[in-house]
Nanobody, 120 residues
Framework: QVPLVESGGGLVQPGGSLRLSCAAS????????MSWVRQAPGKGLEWVSS????????DYADSVQGRFTISRDNAKNTLYLQMNSLKPEDTALYYC?????????????RGQGTQVTVSS
């Protein structure tokens, strides 16, 4: 059983939207901060957004602020990322990552990723 499984990626035109999901299993989802990170071809891992255990506190990278929204459903053990007004520079492999109880962590515990490609 894979602990984190991302889905929802795909090919979208600039200005379009996608909603990513991350299904968690094998641990108590509600006890951890969760994050989305991404990796574009030839680049390092980039933090995108994080959300605290209760879903009340959310942080965003400047590059996605105002366009992306992170959320979670602890009853369904699922993390989401709503992405609007997508740009070509958002093209990347998107991972969800488990943090720690009181912090984002180092993003090392993450899934296999889902590919997002923004292109006309």
């Amino acid at each position: 059983q894979v602990p984190l499984v991302e889905s929802g990626g795909g090919l979208v035109q600039p200005g379009g939207s996608l909603r990513l999901s991350c299904a968690a299993s094998g641990f108590t989802f509600s006890m951890y901060w969760m994050s989305w990170v991404r990796q574009a071809p030839g680049k390092g891992l980039e933090w995108v957004s994080s959300i605290n255990r209760g879903g009340v506190i959310a942080d965003y990278a400047d590059s996605v602020q105002g366009r992306f929204t992170i959320s979670r459903d602890n009853a369904k053990n699922t993390l989401y990322l709503q992405m609007n007004s997508l740009k070509p520079e958002d093209t990347a492999l998107y991972y969800c990552a488990r943090g720690q109880t009181y912090s984002r962590g180092d993003y090392s515990f993450r899934g296999q990723g889902t590919q997002v490609t923004v292109s006309s």
